[in-house]
């Protein structure tokens, strides 16, 4: 199967303007995730979709964020207005919504990844 | 509230000898544990998981690592070193509380001297 794949894998923007991250979780993968490493810092979750809903955006670190899967499939991942601070290595991962009892040992499959630089 | 401490920021080993890359957790509830590698421009990749079942996990790649409750610690460890090893290793816990975001530890860049 094709894995999860994400678009662009480099974008270099000036501090103000707007950049839109994608990310094309494998097919038939309910639950999407969005994570991002700032540069030498771990890797934080930014939050959680089933399907179409957000089922957890708690890491989300501001209302400049904005992000989208609409029809549940693909997911956008929008930074409007960017900030210095916003550059980083962004993740998009996804995996099959499992029975109640083995939901949370569904792999996360992850894609390889946005690097985002904010000048 | 969880998290996870890798010991290690780096560690490095000869080819052909063992790798140990250490991890301590702190969980409120039973934790699912896991280590991912990520090599150069490429995504996380799961090594293996702990969800309760055996204490010790095997995984991909010949390693391994134990689950071990008393000393709050989820090692991982490999008996002989390969080049295609040199990757950053991070250590990850999830708790069953429904929440399903994963919190990684700061990862441990693994180099391995020809």
């Known amino acids: 199967e094709a894995g999860v794949t994400q678009f662009p894998s480099h974008s270099v923007i000036e501090k103000g303007q707007t950049v839109t991250l994608r990310c094309d979780p494998i097919s038939g993968h309910d639950n999407l995730y969005w994570y991002r490493r700032v540069m030498g810092k771990e890797i934080k979750f930014l939050l959680h979709?089933?399907?179409?809903?957000?089922?957890?955006e708690s890491g989300m670190p501001n209302n400049r964020f904005l992000a989208e899967r609409t029809g549940g499939t693909y997911s956008t991942l929008k930074v409007q207005p960017a900030e210095l601070e916003d550059s980083g290595v962004y993740f998009c991962?996804?995996?099959?919504?499992?029975?109640?009892?083995?939901?949370?040992?569904?792999?996360?499959?992850f894609g390889n990844g946005t690097r985002l630089t904010v000048t | 509230a969880q998290s996870v401490t890798q010991l290690d920021s780096h560690v490095s080993v000869s080819e052909g000898t063992p790798v140990l890359l250490r991890c301590n957790y702190s969980s409120s509830y039973s934790p699912s544990l896991f280590w991912y590698v990520q090599h150069p421009n490429k995504g996380l990749q799961l090594l293996l998981k702990?969800?309760?079942?055996?204490?010790l996990v095997k995984g991909i790649n010949g390693f391994e690592a134990e689950f071990k409750k008393s000393e709050t610690s989820f090692h991982l460890t490999k008996p002989s070193a390969h080049m295609s090893d040199a990757a950053e290793y991070f250590c990850v816990v999830r708790t069953d509380t429904g929440r399903r975001a994963l919190t990684f530890g700061s990862g441990t860049r693994l180099q391995v001297q020809p």
């Open positions: 991962a996804s995996s099959r919504r499992g029975s109640l009892g083995s939901s949370y040992n569904s792999p996360l499959h």
């Open positions: 979709f089933v399907k179409e809903s957000k089922q957890d």
């Open positions: 702990y969800t309760s079942a055996a204490t």
